[in-house]
């Protein structure tokens, strides 16, 4: 069974819509993150929280906004979607701190 | 200029060589070091870790760490044809955020 579910696994969206990525870890981790990976450029650190608060916020723009409605959810909401915003994104958990860091299997986002 | 740069690029290793992979911070402050593998189409998968100097092994993977030069290397001997993956290596501080420092990675590949 999945220990980190992301959906969708796909998704395709048109410049200046909105979406919410989902995520939920099943690891029992209290720690969850948001990464970025498009072509030509390094995973990128997006956002990390511990207990459902905000830890660190290394994404630029406030079209990004990460949503945790209980301790194992962490959802990514963006707004006026970018053909740049194009890339797969990751969501990822650990027990917090500077623990191992588990992957899940990405959401593949194509905004044209 | 990329904080964490990995070398080389590319790899191609026979079946059964040696394959050595290696990685350096530019950022001073980093305490710790992970060897991530990445299969095409799939997530990131913790290899290794390295917090002190000198080395650590586990079964056929070797990692090095001199924290002098912020230099991690990650050697793999008896290369498999299921090595060949994209090798990413991270580097983080000590604390909370759980923020992870990417390189571009390095694509080995394991020729039978």
């Known amino acids: 069974d999945p220990k980190i579910i992301q959906k969708p696994k796909y998704l395709v969206a048109v410049t200046g819509s909105e979406k919410i990525l989902i995520c939920e870890q099943y690891?029992?981790?209290?720690?969850m993150y948001w990464y970025r990976q498009s072509a030509k450029k390094p995973l990128e650190f997006m956002f990390s929280y511990s207990y459902q608060k905000l830890m660190d916020n290394q994404t630029a723009s406030s079209r990004f906004q990460p949503q945790s409605s209980k301790k194992n959810h962490l959802d990514l909401q963006i707004t006026a979607l970018k053909p740049d915003d194009s890339a797969t994104y990751f969501c990822a958990s650990s027990r917090g701190g500077d623990a191992e860091q588990f992957f899940g299997p990405g959401t593949r986002l194509t905004v044209l | 200029q990329q904080k964490v740069q990995q070398s080389p690029e590319s790899l191609i290793v026979p079946e059964g060589g040696m394959a050595s992979l290696n990685c350096t911070s530019s950022?001073?402050?980093?305490?710790y070091f992970w060897w991530y593998r990445q299969h095409s189409g799939k997530s990131p998968k913790m290899l290794m870790s390295i917090f002190s100097n000198g080395e650590k092994e586990e079964g056929r993977f070797t990692v090095h760490l001199n924290k002098a030069s912020l230099h991690t290397s990650l050697h793999i001997r008896d290369s498999q044809p299921s090595d060949s993956a994209l090798y990413l290596c991270?580097?983080?501080?000590?604390?909370?955020?759980?923020?992870?420092?990417f390189g571009l990675g390095t694509t080995l590949q394991v020729q039978p």
């Open positions: 950022d001073r402050n980093v305490d």
């Open positions: 991270a580097a983080s501080k000590g604390g909370n955020t759980g923020k992870l420092i």
């Open positions: 690891l029992g981790h209290n720690a």
